[in-house]
């Protein structure tokens, strides 16, 4: 992996049994998301009591911070299987019908980026998630007949980065919805003990709070992070990932103190030193770094946002006050968000703590 893609909420193909490995696999071992964890415990509690699946649940939130593990979690909870598969894999309504037909009774399916799925894919699960009914058409044209086919009792899990784009009708559908926050400080170090001693990495607690202040509020991001410090550690240095070797290691990772990786700090640079902060457009900016729009978009930017270090305006993006500061620049006069402090804390004001 790239040092570019380490910081990168995204899981690849290649990291997904390493990350599977750290899970947690009950709810009472999910680290942090304090509220939604409580409500989502009421919510099966209730369920098994009455001897019945729970409502369907919506799961949303930026990518990394655990929704698949819960859905795992409430599988597990439950003592019920759990069948997974994504929105683009769903092209056809055949597709769907053909999964909800093979649940067996109190399954949970869990249907990731549940916002990608087809339209008629969509329209057929509603009547599945009410009805617990599927139709299924034979045939084309005015010989067409629709079969109408019992589905078991089960529990929909979708999960989504983007709730926005949720049609009203499916996300009325669900009786819990959920929204998954970024991690404190304080949660990612927790979460990072817990990880090194699954892995059997010793860590001190300066190495913990190192690697947590650079994972940008996301365990996906922290348990990557740990397990190349700890490469590093068990090469370079004596095996123990302590405040030293993080540093170390990360710099050898091209990862700064923000948690800004090369294409981040390429991005900042480019708007400062040679758009003098801008406004500058997307596709622009995206030349100026070697990379295409859509990357930029959607790698870089919504951190760099978050971390007031660049705003997007109707003229384009701007580099901000705090990201001349990151980068050992003066900001000229005039500087977008000159008057707020040089880098806000992101993560450790959390509200959801019990």
Known sequence: MSSENLVSAYVSDAE???EASV??????EFIAQHRVRDQLDLLLQGAMRRGSPPDHILLSGPPGLGKTTLANIVAAELGSGIRVTSGPAIERSGDLAAILTS????DVLFIDEIHRIAKPAEELLYSAMEDFRVDVVVGKGPGATAIPLDVEPFTLVGATTRSGLLTGPMRDRFGFVAHLDFYSPADLE????????ILGVPITEEGAAEIAGRSRGTPRIANRLLRRVRDFAEVR??????LATARAALTVYDVDALGLDRLDRAVLTALVDSFR???VGLSTLAVAVGEQPDTVEEVCEPFLVRAGLLARTPRGRVATAAAWHHLGRTPPNGTFGADAPPVPDLFSAQTDQP
């Open 16 to 18: 997904r049994d390493a």
């Open 23 to 28: 899970r947690p696999k009950r709810l009472e």
């Open 103 to 106: 649940l067996a009774e109190g």
């Open 190 to 197: 927790t979460l990072l003990h817990r990880s090194a001693r």
């Open 237 to 242: 240095a004596e095996g123990v990932v302590n």
């Open 277 to 279: 902060g801008g406004p």
